[in-house]
């Protein structure tokens, strides 16, 4: 083969490389999602929280539950002066954050004017560390102080967390219950379909915010029960959406080739009819991650989700709801309000361009 020839065979294979050849269909799924702006901005969005949720450590300058009374609704911006002494606790030796206004060196001896003006002599032996770095701290609270002098950015880093634990954790409950349920419904039809129909319907006639509180107050208060408590309540729509698509999904042809193979039930609905729904399904599960954070901010509000001082999105609401009408501490609510609605705002989003890419028929 000659070089013309090399070149117009590297030119035609890279012609069919361009072309609009078929594509396997979640690579066009994931075509549609990237072109859709705002669905990349809500990926974006929630990319950005999964990585603040992973590394709150790193990223909280201080531990969330520190608390410093003399800081208490402290505005956002508010630097703090603290000197840090040692002290003895039953976890072994740590240190004891005291907020000062000055303090001066002499030799040994650290003259300290205490957050009420009070001198006190504080030896330098007993002070934590070895250089003034280390025991005089200077911290910025860039979102200000809460009513028990605690750190609300720090809280708001650790809240990430709580929500989307909660929001996973409960949306694979609900998708285990719904795909199991609407899945056997939709298969079998019959007297099966009748009693997994009765008893959505049943659950389906409570408001879900009213089941999740009956659930949490039976299974208790603490942070595993409200997974558990919105996850049970909130399986009804995806099992809804999975037993509509089993409906439609039995009738084809690969499912009666299945049949005509021998395969057993269990094989054709999780190896071929489930991968056929996953679709739709993917929507819901989105949507249904969105409402479990409102939930959970929900039952945390009313006292039911997780309590003190682990600290969440909507226990954080809670402690401040009482400051808004005083006008006083107006960050105690806005700061963890802004984050449930940029969390809900940024899934929503994503859930909609997933809604669209996974249109077969929007092939644009």
């Known amino acids: 083969?000659?070089?013309?020839?090399?070149?117009?065979?590297?030119?035609?294979?890279?012609?069919?490389?361009?072309?609009?050849?078929?594509?396997?269909?979640?690579?066009?799924?994931?075509?549609?999602?990237?072109?859709?702006?705002?669905?990349?901005?809500?990926?974006?969005?929630?990319?950005?929280?999964?990585?603040?949720?992973?590394?709150?450590?790193?990223?909280?300058?201080?531990?969330?539950?520190?608390?410093?009374?003399?800081?208490?609704?402290?505005?956002?911006?508010?630097?703090?002066?603290?000197?840090?002494?040692?002290?003895?606790?039953?976890?072994?030796?740590?240190?004891?954050?005291?907020?000062?206004?000055?303090?001066?060196?002499?030799?040994?001896?650290?003259?300290?004017?205490?957050?009420?003006?009070?001198?006190?002599?504080?030896?330098?032996?007993?002070?934590?560390?070895?250089?003034?770095?280390?025991?005089?701290?200077?911290?910025?609270?860039?979102?200000?102080?809460?009513?028990?002098?605690?750190?609300?950015f720090s809280r708001v880093i650790y809240g990430t967390r709580v929500s989307l634990a909660v929001g996973a954790i409960a949306t694979t409950i609900s998708l285990l219950i719904g795909l199991t349920l609407g899945a056997l419904a939709g298969y079998f039809r019959g007297k099966v379909d009748l009693i997994i129909t009765w008893l959505m319907n049943v659950a389906w006639s409570f408001?879900?915010?009213?089941?999740?509180?009956?659930?949490?107050?039976?299974?208790?208060?603490?942070?595993?029960?409200?997974?558990?408590?919105?996850?049970?309540?909130?399986?009804?729509?995806?099992?809804?959406?999975?037993?509509?698509?089993?409906f439609s999904l039995r009738e084809r042809e690969f499912v009666e080739a299945t049949k005509a193979l021998g395969f057993g039930a269990a094989r054709t609905i999780f190896k071929h009819i489930l991968p056929n729904a996953l679709g739709p399904i993917t929507v819901v599960a989105t949507a249904g991650f969105a409402t479990a954070i409102i939930a959970e901010a929900s039952l945390s509000f009313l006292g039911f989700g997780v309590q003190p001082p682990t600290a969440s999105w909507g226990s954080m609401l809670r402690d401040g709801y009482a400051y808004i009408v005083s006008g006083n501490g107006w960050w105690l609510t806005v700061f963890p309000g802004l984050a449930i609605m940029l969390a809900v705002l940024a899934i929503n989003l994503l859930g909609d361009g997933l809604r669209d890419a996974l249109d077969a028929r929007l092939n644009s």
Do not use: C
Request: charge should be neutral; charged fraction near 20%.
């Open 207 to 246: 408001p879900e915010l009213l089941l999740v509180i009956a659930i949490s107050v039976a299974l208790g208060r603490g942070f595993w029960q409200v997974f558990l408590a919105v996850g049970l309540a909130s399986w009804v729509d995806t099992a809804r959406i999975a037993r509509g698509q089993f």
């Open 1 to 152: 083969m000659n070089t013309a020839e090399t070149l117009s065979a590297k030119a035609e294979w890279d012609a069919l490389l361009d072309s609009d050849a078929p594509r396997s269909p979640m690579r066009q799924a994931w075509a549609r999602l990237t072109r859709n702006r705002l669905a990349v901005a809500g990926l974006t969005i929630v990319a950005f929280l999964i990585f603040v949720a992973l590394f709150a450590p790193i990223l909280a300058p201080m531990n969330p539950n520190a608390q410093i009374y003399e800081y208490e609704i402290k505005p956002p911006l508010f630097r703090g002066n603290l000197i840090l002494r040692k002290t003895q606790t039953a976890d072994g030796a740590s240190f004891k954050a005291i907020p000062i206004r000055s303090f001066e060196a002499r030799g040994d001896t650290l003259f300290v004017a205490d957050f009420e003006g009070r001198e006190e002599r504080i030896p330098t032996s007993e002070l934590f560390g070895e250089s003034e770095s280390d025991w005089h701290k200077t911290p910025l609270y860039l979102m200000g102080t809460d009513k028990y002098g605690r750190d609300v």
